[in-house]
């Protein structure tokens, strides 16, 4: 592809990094991305909350502040507008709480919802993560339990009990804001979230990028119990199995715990911050991201020099 490049361009589309970095002065780049989502949740006012901190994210996850948003939402021209403006009034609020400005945006007639954000954030020159600078020995944490894919699919077919949908909705409704802004104080070689590609995916592009492997250990993967039932049951999101086949050259899998590596593809919506650390600090960074709420962080696996394979499940 034939495509411009000004010599300020820091991050672009290669690395198949969460945003894009442009140097506009000599203290700060901007951070640009987009993204948009078809329903999750049956609540308009979570699913627009959910729309707005799954855009925000890629910005967090390249050690981003946002500062404003354009909107992208479709939808079919009969619904209840009540529900567009709750779905909007849900993106907005979580706007707020990022003190991003929504700043416009575009409509188009379709027949299903959908919703997301253009952000443009800022960074301090040179202080971002890109997804394709991981070190030797470096240390894996990850902020979220997996599967949630794979409950939002049952839950789309009313199969959930009411506490497994507030859970669903919880994971999804926590922001990565704090976890990034934790990371500035430790040292941190690479950071992405996870969305669509899974964990095994997203890793994979780490992985490559970096020119490393990566060794996950899944008896320390945290996995959300009722995604371990309903993948048993069958349930799971068709992407799973097409992010599955995609990389089935790229990895192994060693571990007893069959009935968990579907949900290893599972993509995820408002996934959390996979994060690259140096070895001694792990255990640090660990602690306060718990401290500060996420629960179900984990130190989930290790950085080594390229293996055969680029991902390891052991
Ligand atoms: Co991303
Ligand atoms: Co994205």
Redesign the pocket.
Known sequence: MNVYRDSRLEVGFETSD?AGVFKIDDDKSLVQ?V?FITPVVDDPYKFGQIAALNSLS?VYAMGGTPLTAMSILMYNCNIDKKLIQLMMQGACDELKKAKCTLLGGHTVEDQEVKLGFSITGTVANGTFYKNSSLRAGDRLIYTKPLGIGIVATALKGELTTADETEQIEAIMLTSNAKAAELLKKYNVSACTDI??FGLAGHGLEMASGSDKSIVFEIDNIAFIESAIKYANMGIIPAGAYQNKQFMDNDYVFSNEGKEKEIILFDPQTAGGLLIGVAKEEAEYLLADLIAAGYHDSAVIGSVTDRLEKAVRFI
């Open positions: 969460d991305t993204d890629d969305t669509g």
